[in-house]
């Protein structure tokens, strides 16, 4: 019995460590975007990297789910006799949940897992420290640049979701069935106020913060895991966790905001 | 009496109970070359990271400058530690950064303009023979170049402090000569004061001042190069020639027998 509850407290005492540890983290990567001089050539590279590069595979999530929903949703108010309503219920669901979160999801899987590992790799390697000996902050260095960057593309991505899905549902929905085109688009615009859009920018904004704030923690304290793996294994389990950790924490906050937006 | 500019008095540090350092009374003079010899694993780099400031021990007194660094507020020991360089024994590279970004990058960070760094880390590199590689990338590079680009990073700042972990490790002997003659060079040309941890028996005693030798986590002897080179400690003579003395059977024996 006296194992397990010192078990218990251990892993409790180290959680919440960990919790102190990731809002110092947060803190100083968010105070250091304020400190001149300002890293705009690094955020922009970062930009390139976590925005740019995901268009592709944002384009194309977008389009099939788009596709799936229009599919989906013929289908089901066919059997009301409400299939023109098909625009309101692809647009709606896009711009209010999916959007956000599935730009955030494959953002995360994307961008998140190579940030976690390059910073990980960068820990063991000694990059971290030789920073810290070169006089030159490392929250500052490897996180801020990441955490402005997130916060700049994910509401731009989440757009270019949402406008691409709403395609993909007026290419099943008016291509492949047989809704017209005019009643698709006017459902779609008359549905869509400001207010769903507010709310799945706020989601974007702050799916951001989550992701990028889990991922680079991951990989900067890879030395500092539960299972006390080091090295490759170390990097390879930060990795993981923080993929873990940022997709199931994206749900969790999307939650959280639609209770209090709904 | 030639007062340290870092001392240690009783410095402990253990790992999840496992004592690495075992009460480390150490000191460092100012311009001179201090080299730290020991076996390996007995705790070495762990010091070195103690003086930087990577890691902080369980007990005991670090004094900068004849002051605590426990006692000293964030910015004077900030002040202090700005004045230090660190060569790790890995180099600690930036991969994705080319030979003059990763010189380059202590002072990129600060605002200094880029003309007086173009012109510094060229002057770095032309000094250290690393001219014409400055767009070529760390996996590019062969040991040896790694090794002297790691160096014109830590000298780049002209700092007061350097400490070099193992700064020779994995070299030829002609790169290792060169290594060891390059931070003689420079300490004899700027000055500053040198940290250096290394196995590399009897050359370093040549180019150091002050020796020191640590041994299951506490220095065993420490004074002038010679006095160290000529002690009649068992373990300074057994770790001079090459020997392992717990076992009662030299390497060179060894090797004679086979």
């Known amino acids: ?262 | 009496m030639e007062t340290a500019l870092i001392q240690m008095i009783d410095i402990k540090k253990s790992f999840n109970g496992n004592p690495v350092l075992n009460g480390v009374n150490l000191s460092i003079f100012q311009g001179q070359i201090t080299t730290i010899i020991g076996k390996s694993g007995t705790g070495k780099s762990v010091l070195l990271r103690h003086i930087i400031g990577l890691l902080h021990q369980d007990a005991g007194e670090l004094l900068l400058n004849g002051v605590s660094s426990g006692r000293m507020n964030h910015s004077s020991r900030h002040a202090f530690q700005k004045h230090m360089a660190y060569m790790f024994q890995d180099n600690a590279l930036f991969d994705f950064l080319t030979v003059f970004e990763n010189v380059a990058l202590p002072l990129s960070e600060k605002r200094i303009k880029p003309l007086v760094i173009k012109e510094r880390v060229g002057q770095q590199l032309f000094l250290l023979g690393l001219e014409g590689i400055d767009h070529q990338y760390p996996s590019q590079l062969s040991g040896g170049m790694r090794k002297r680009v790691a160096m014109a990073r830590a000298l780049i700042t002209n700092p007061k402090i350097v400490l070099f972990d193992e700064p020779t490790t994995g070299l030829d002997p002609i790169r290792k000569n060169s290594v060891h003659s390059m931070i003689a060079h420079y300490q004899a040309q700027f000055g500053f004061t040198a940290i250096i941890v290394s196995h590399d028996i009897p050359d370093i005693f040549d180019i150091s001042q002050h020796v020191a030798m640590l041994d299951k986590g506490k220095i065993i002897i420490q004074g002038k190069s010679d006095e160290v080179r000529h002690s009649q400690n068992p373990l300074v003579q057994s770790f001079i020639r090459g020997e392992d003395i717990s076992s009662g059977e030299t390497t060179h024996r060894i090797r004679k027998h086979q």
Request: some cysteine; overall charge positive; aromatic content about 10%.
């Open chain 1, 1 to 262: 019995m006296k194992p397990l509850l010192i078990g218990i407290g251990a892993g409790t005492i180290h959680r919440i460590e960990g919790l102190g540890r990731l809002c110092i983290f947060l803190f100083n990567g968010l105070k250091q975007l304020f400190v001149f001089p300002l890293q705009a050539g690094k955020i922009l590279d970062q930009v390139r990297f976590i925005g740019a590069k995901s268009m592709f595979v944002i384009v194309l999530t977008a389009l099939f789910t788009g596709m799936v929903l229009g599919l989906q949703g013929y289908h089901t108010l066919v059997q009301f006799g409400s299939e023109a309503a098909l625009g309101s219920a692809v647009a709606l669901t896009l711009i209010r949940e999916l959007g956000p979160v599935l730009t955030a999801i494959m953002v995360t899987a994307r961008a998140g897992s190579a940030m976690a590992a390059e910073l990980g790799v960068m820990r063991i390697s000694e990059q971290i420290d030789a920073l810290y000996t070169m006089d030159i902050n490392p929250v500052r260095f490897t996180f801020s640049p990441r955490l402005a960057a997130g916060v700049i593309s994910f509401p731009l991505l989440t757009a270019l979701f949402d406008v691409i899905g709403i395609f993909g549902g007026y290419v099943s929905g008016v291509l492949f069935l047989d809704i017209s085109k005019a009643t698709y688009m006017d459902k779609v615009i008359r549905s869509i106020h400001m207010s769903d859009i507010y709310e799945g920018f706020i989601k974007a904004v702050v799916f951001s913060f989550v992701v990028i704030t889990i991922c680079c923690f991951r990989g900067y304290y890879a030395h500092m895991n539960t299972d006390q793996a080091k090295g490759a294994k170390g990097v390879s389990n930060a990795t993981t966790t923080a993929v873990v950790n940022a997709c199931i924490m994206i749900l969790v906050a999307d939650y959280i905001i639609t209770y209090f937006t709904v």
